[in-house]
């Protein structure tokens, strides 16, 4: 959506207007970062349906960056929308944790 505006796609900036703000403002670097993450979580998924222990760390680091990241939105910008997304990172992280044990090396 940021490398090609105008499409049909454009619709889904309607669900948080200022991140396509925050993007735009940030310039060619917001496609590195989108990439990088898209990437990071290619690379979590595929390390999970491997069951591989380096999958399980990869997707609780990107998690827990993400709680972190909604615990900031919600206290410094007020964005309490940010806050549906703590119990669902706090949950996902303990199912993971649970369930290390079944992750080869």
């Known amino acids: 959506m940021l490398l090609l505006p105008g499409t049909p796609l454009d619709v889904l900036w309607r669900f948080n207007p200022h991140s396509r703000e925050g993007l735009l403002a940030i310039g060619n670097w917001a496609v590195l970062l989108m990439t990088t993450v898209c990437l990071a979580c290619a690379v979590a998924a595929l390390g ?13 680091a990107i ?5 972190i990241a909604d615990t900031i939105n919600s206290a410094v910008l007020r964005d309490w ?25």
Do not use: E, Q
């Open 63 to 67: 998690l827990s960056v993400n709680l």
């Open 48 to 60: 999970l349906w491997r069951l591989r222990r380096w999958g399980l760390w990869a997707a609780t």
């Open 81 to 105: 929308r940010t806050l549906i997304g703590l119990p669902i990172a706090g949950l996902m992280i303990a199912y993971l944790m649970r369930h290390r044990s079944s992750f080869a090396r």
